[in-house]
């Protein structure tokens, strides 16, 4: 059932470190444009030690709850269920919750991931590249599995994460092959790079840019834009924002929590870009 504007609900990102998390900014954003006044929207710093206890302890005026790391895999075993697109990375960063208790889990980075590649005209590629491999370029590779009819290389560190990025390959049934990171340069010339990488891992690969470089899905937000992201605007390609996936990602968990659709995205996303521009 729809959400009634007068209905008090609650609903909070949970993680650790969280002072720095936007969700608060893009979530009350909607709940103002779409008229939720009883609506409110925490952060909530949480370790996995404290997890359950926090459960435990949730209310019926919780409609929701976005979860950010460490918490989006330890989080799966205390949900009633979790969707197919979560169960495929094994990683949650929504939770809804129904009137009668019921928790379940969701993962809205990867059609979020989606959408903000469409919002730039990317609706297939033949081939990518990703830079990294943690848990969001398991997501960014569920993401591919959506659009890419070709190989995907992931430059990794270790081939302990190889391993583990040709795994996530097998099971979601794309084409994976791994290259070093020593190699990265390489992955610049794809039609498609994703860079999933920590602030400042990709600085020394600028000098590197072909030409005239395609499309680079860059998933940090701050701070804005990263080098990597900035030479690549220089050079002519086509740049996609940390802040596009995570104003995508927020319309999807507002729709989830709310039950409102469609959630007002340009509201959320002018939000985000002035709360980045005060920091």
């Known amino acids: 059932m729809p959400a009634r504007a ?14 720095h998390s936007l969700s608060p900014v893009l979530h009350r954003a909607a709940y103002a444009e779409l008229g939720l006044t009883g609506w409110s929207y925490d952060r909530i710093e949480l370790d996995e ?3 359950a206890g926090f459960f435990a302890e949730l209310g019926p005026e919780w409609a929701g709850l976005s979860v950010t790391m460490p918490l989006k895999r330890a989080v799966i ?7 197919e697109t979560a169960a495929s990375v094994g990683t949650v960063n929504t939770v ?15 059609p979020g991931m989606v959408a903000a590649l469409r919002e730039h005209g990317i609706e297939q590629v033949d ?9 969001t370029a398991s997501s960014a590779l569920a993401a591919l599995a959506r659009i890419c009819t070709g190989e995907v290389v992931a430059y990794v560190r270790s081939e302990a994460r190889a ?5 996530w390959g097998e099971r979601l049934g794309v084409e994976v092959r791994t290259a070093d990171w020593a190699d990265a340069a390489e992955a610049l010339r794809a039609p498609l790079v994703v860079a999933t990488t920590p602030a400042g891992a990709t600085d020394a690969l600028s000098s590197a840019l072909p030409e005239r470089p ?25 740049v996609v924002s940390g802040l596009d996936l995570l104003v995508h990602q927020a319309v999807l968990q507002v729709e989830l929590m709310t039950g409102r659709t469609p959630a007002p995205l340009a509201v959320m996303r002018k939000a985000g870009e002035h709360a980045l521009a005060a920091r």
């Open 49 to 51: 030690a404290a997890l």
């Open 96 to 110: 809804v919750c129904a009137e009668d208790g019921r928790r379940a889990g969701d993962n809205t980075d990867i």
């Open 163 to 167: 391993a583990e990025m040709r795994q």
């Open 127 to 135: 081939s990518a590249a990703i830079l990294g491999a943690g848990a």
């Open 214 to 238: 395609a499309t680079l899905f860059d998933v940090l937000y701050h701070p804005w834009p990263t080098t990597l992201a900035a030479r690549w605007s220089a050079y002519g390609g086509a």
């Open 77 to 83: 075993p205390l949900l009633d269920e979790i969707s």
């Open 6 to 19: 007068t209905d008090a609900r609650r609903a909070a990102v949970l993680g650790k470190p969280i002072a």
